[in-house]
């Protein structure tokens, strides 16, 4: 395959734009570096590249693609609002379409409030929870991503009950100060971390399914011994359902999983491939927030109507009967190939799958269950994997943390192919 083009650009990229990429997760850097492929065109379950290469997309934009390229729908939904006249700065009837949407999709979002990045939608029940409890603790999980505001960019200390330290440069270790990061799945480091600052905590923040050190489900009982204990010392429980929401079926991780938070971060496929974030929860704590309350949360362009109207287009197409069995059978065989293909050339490999979704772990045979374990895998031979992949169409994520995301654009075709070059892959990797 030729990405002379893409070399061409990333070059010229690197002179305008820091680091050549507007997010660092869409450099090569972490599977061993090189130029990343610059995209022109999207359809359905393809891509193009610059140099005209087509690749099956699994990496669906990180999530949020969950109708692969240019849905006609979608398409049509912000046509109109771009001929309405795009942004107006009031309330539009559109928002109360979506938010009741969202509410009977998700129950427990009694009131709901968009912005415009899943980020932004973490980064405010962070502070909403703060305003409800007066406290200012946050306790979350390590290996979860949710967003890069200045409290969640925090990683472990040397234990579960100590203070975290920045994860970036820029954040002061006061506010490292305020997060504590347990291991996930693990509810006697949680109930540590409870004994020792349960009084000071605001909230524990969780991904109720963790997208961001791969897929990985919780245990049993697990996301109800969070709520016990974290309501045991008065903090509120926030799912950071960015990735989550109407991923594996029409609702919430929560719904799927009968296992209720206090509030809910949203972003993602809510947004039909538009920009978009959305917090809620129940209404006392909601209730903190401006104009009826002292917390205070605005934006420019929040409920915009072209990231409303494609985010109500796509859950309309997610309603469509059928839907997410398809995306789960299409993830079954995809996985059960990849690893049937992987065994044949002898490659250790495990794969968490839940539904449409799923990440292959290299080095690895028993399932990944917390971000150590997803750490002790083999990132080099991922990297080497993506790149093969790549080279025979397939474009994944290029990082052994993200997943591998089927889309209702797929078909049973796409993923036999997909089967068959990562055949050729792992047959390569083994030479
Ligand atoms: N929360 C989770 C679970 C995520 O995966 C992400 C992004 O990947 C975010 C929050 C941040 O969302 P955004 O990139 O829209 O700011």
């Not at 029940?125 to 949710?146: D, M, P, Q, S």
Request: glycine fraction near 12%; proline fraction near 5%; hydrophobic fraction near 40%.
């Amino acid at each position: 395959m030729n990405f002379q083009n893409s070399v061409h650009y990333y070059q010229e990229a690197l002179q305008y734009i820091v680091g050549g990429v507007n997010s660092p997760s869409r450099s090569f850097k972490a599977v061993g570096g090189g130029a990343p492929v610059f995209m022109e065109r999207g359809k359905g379950a393809y891509f193009w590249d610059v140099d005209g290469n087509r690749y099956i997309d699994y990496l669906a934009a990180y999530g949020p693609l969950i109708h692969g390229h240019g849905h006609p729908h979608i398409a049509k939904a912000i046509g109109r609002a771009a001929e309405n006249g795009l942004l107006y700065g009031t309330p539009t009837k559109l928002e109360i379409d979506f938010a009741k949407m969202l509410r009977s999709a998700i129950p427990s979002l009694e009131k709901i409030r968009f912005v415009n990045s899943g980020t932004e939608a973490v980064m405010t029940t962070i502070r909403v929870a703060r305003a409800f409890t007066k406290r200012n603790k946050i306790i979350k999980f390590a290996g979860c991503y949710h967003g890069h505001s200045d409290l969640v960019l925090v990683a472990a200390g040397s234990g579960p009950s100590t203070l975290g330290i920045p994860d970036s440069a820029g954040i002061p270790q006061s506010i490292a100060n305020e997060v504590i990061t347990v291991p996930f799945n693990d509810l006697g480091g949680l109930a540590e971390a409870l004994q020792h600052w349960g009084h000071e905590t605001a909230a524990v923040l969780v991904e109720p399914i963790v997208g961001n050190f791969g897929m990985v489900p919780p245990e049993p009982g697990f996301l109800q011994g969070v709520n016990e204990l974290t309501h045991r010392y008065g903090a509120l429980v926030i799912y950071d359902e960015v990735i989550t929401a109407f991923r594996f079926h029409y609702g919430g991780a929560q719904d799927l999983l009968n296992v209720y938070p206090d509030m809910t971060a949203l972003g993602k496929i809510i947004g039909g491939g538009l920009p978009i974030g959305a917090y809620g929860g129940r209404q006392e704590i909601m209730e903190q927030v401006a104009p009826l309350g002292p917390a205070y949360q605005a934006g420019t362009m929040a409920g915009n109507p072209a990231s409303i109207s494609a985010g109500i287009a796509c859950l309309e197409l997610l309603q469509e009967a059928g839907v997410y069995d398809r995306m789960d059978q299409l993830g079954r065989m995809l996985e059960e190939g990849l690893l049937a293909t992987a065994k044949r050339y002898g490659h250790p490999v495990v794969i968490n799958r839940i539904k449409g979704a799923l990440t292959l772990y290299f080095g690895r045979t028993e399932p990944v269950r917390n971000y150590d374990d997803a750490q002790s895998t083999d990132g080099e031979q991922f990297g080497r994997f993506f790149k093969l992949m790549l080279e025979e169409g397939i474009c994944l994520a290029p990082s052994k943390y993200e997943a591998w995301f089927v889309s209702t654009a797929h078909t049973e075709e796409d993923i036999q192919y997909t089967i068959q070059a990562a055949d050729r892959a792992f047959a390569k990797l083994a030479d």
